[in-house]
T-cell receptor, first 113, second 114 residues
Framework: NAGVMQNPRHLVRRRGQEARLRCSPMKGHSHVYWYRQLPEEGLKFMVYLQKENIIDESGMPKERFSAEFPKEGPSILRIQQVVRGDSAAYFC???????????FGQGTRLTVV | AQSVTQLGSHVSVSEGALVLLRCNYSSSVPPYLFWYVQYPNQGLQLLLKYTTGATLVKGINGFEAEFKKSETSFHLTKPSAHMSDAAEYFCAVREGGGADGLTFGKGTHLIIQP
């Protein structure tokens, strides 16, 4: 059973471009969480999704950021019109249910130049 | 709202010495508590967790933590440090049974001196 897969591992975007980060949860996991880690900071919760539904997006910036977890395929975190402040490591985690701890992927490191 | 405070952004110990990483939390309901380790350019790996029951929790790599409700603490310890323990350690809290994501502390960088 492969772990949580995130791609790409590293992503470089120019200011104003779009960034699309992908997360394939572990097999059998229908709960997906996205976190952002800024330099020298802990992880900050962004959004929690179940298949086709956003359950909690209280940590998502109001503009430019969106997330989805379609019925088929990976979860996508989309950042439109990126700015330098979006540079961070973005981690995805998945779990099979609320009672089980989430397993983390290795992250996508986004650099905005 | 819940929060996590990790005292000491950097902790340095000698190889073979006791490791103590401090974590205090606040939560309005009984919490679930976690410790994660992160190696450079890697994701987070779960070391141990407390949900209910026994307050002394044993994890991987010889680590353990004790949930002390009266002190709202969940400090991480290891009797004898190894060089391979050098990493970033994060304490996290989740309101037990809740659907929210984890709230993380800022992390403690553990340095092992030879």
């Amino acid at each position: 059973n492969a772990g949580v897969m995130q791609n790409p591992r590293h992503l470089v975007r120019r200011r104003g471009q779009e960034a699309r980060l992908r997360c394939s949860p572990m097999k059998g996991h229908s709960h997906v969480y996205w976190y952002r880690q800024l330099p020298e900071e802990g992880l900050k919760f962004m959004v929690y999704l179940q298949k086709e539904n956003i359950i909690d997006e209280s940590g998502m910036p109001k503009e430019r950021f969106s997330a989805e977890f379609p019925k088929e395929g990976p979860s996508i975190l989309r950042i439109q019109q990126v700015v330098r402040g979006d540079s961070a490591a973005y981690f995805c985690a998945s779990s099979p249910d609320l009672a089980t701890e989430a397993f983390f992927g290795q992250g996508t490191r986004l650099t905005v130049v | 709202a819940q929060s996590v405070t990790q005292l000491g952004s950097h902790v340095s110990v000698s190889e073979g010495a006791l490791v103590l990483l401090r974590c205090n939390y606040s939560s309005s309901v009984p919490p679930y508590l976690f410790w994660y380790v992160q190696y450079p350019n890697q994701g987070l790996q779960l070391l141990l967790k407390y949900t209910t029951g026994a307050t002394l929790v044993k994890g991987i790599n010889g680590f353990e933590a004790e949930f002390k409700k009266s002190e709202t603490s969940f400090h991480l310890t290891k009797p004898s440090a190894h060089m391979s323990d050098a990493a970033e350690y994060f304490c996290a809290v989740r309101e037990g049974g809740g659907a929210d994501g984890l709230t993380f502390g800022k992390g403690t960088h553990l340095i092992i001196q030879p």
